[in-house]
């Protein structure tokens, strides 16, 4: 293998070719998140989200060994209909391209992807980070220290509240990546606007994000940046309300001995039947929340 087998899609590639606002978007929430045909949908919703605020979407994901920067209308929905598709992170990406495999990509992988193909921006809902009890499970994403390895400028609605968000920042100022929350002062925790952390840093606009990660790579320090951006108000599931099933939740997948990565898809699930529905509302608001500001900043990047 001589040339690295990746392909951008005729969309993408003309906007490349012309200079012009790209967000790149993972593929997990299509395979993982959601069942079809709502995570096609979703997905659908998603891009149009960018496209309405100017940009190109590019969606990531590995089909049959090749890694594709923005996918087709088919292959979208290809991917939603497909079983048994691997998750993909840093350590399997790899493996999964070499043996010809068809794999969705988690927040590391499609940085590394889309790094790989020169998009500086990437829209998710929220990053892994460490899980509550790691002090004695050791699991800790790999999201965060690609973050701190990979030029990327993540826009997320902040670490997922499942996790142990204090550990999680103490992990990201080690590694020396900034995390900005957008807008307000206290940082957002996924289904709710507000945590009771405060941010390491805040700025109020897409085009100082977009300076910020100009300034970084001026300087030649590696890695990106997290934007932990609130979910809007209407939308948004209060602390209060959301934190007894989180506690219920986490409490289940350890009677259950859930481990490594099925815990996250497993929390969210239970997150989904204990709210009758109402995190994946919430989830699906925030991710085009997400979408928008990403678009904003690519935009700013561009000028």
Known sequence: MTTLPLILSPDVQAAKSAGKAIVALESTIITHGMPYPQNVETARMVEEDVRNAGATPATIAVLNGVIHVGLTDAELEDLGQA????????ADMAVCIASGGTGATTVAATM?????????????GGIGGVHRGAEETFDI???????????????????????DIPKTLEILETQGVPVISY?????PAFWSRASEYTAPLRLDSAAEI?????MRALMGLPGGQLI????????????????PYIEQALAESVAQGIAAKQ???????????LTEGRSLTANIALVRNNARLAAKIAHSLCA
Not at 83 to 90: D, E, G
Not at 141 to 163: F, M, N, R
């Open 141 to 163: 994403s790999a999201d965060l220290l690609e973050l701190a390895q990979t030029p990327v400028t993540v826009v997320a609605a902040g670490p997922k509240a499942i996790l």
């Open 83 to 90: 079983k048994n598709v691997a998750k993909l992170s840093r």
């Open 183 to 187: 807008g307000q002062d206290a940082l």
């Open 112 to 124: 590394i992807a889309a790094h790989l193909a020169g998009i500086k921006v990437f829209a998710t």
């Open 263 to 273: 815990v996250t898809p497993f929390l969210l699930n239970r997150m989904f039947e």
């Open 210 to 214: 977009a300076k910020a990660a100009e």
């Open 228 to 243: 932990a951006n609130p979910i809007p108000e209407s939308d948004e599931i209060p602390v209060d309300v959301i934190t």
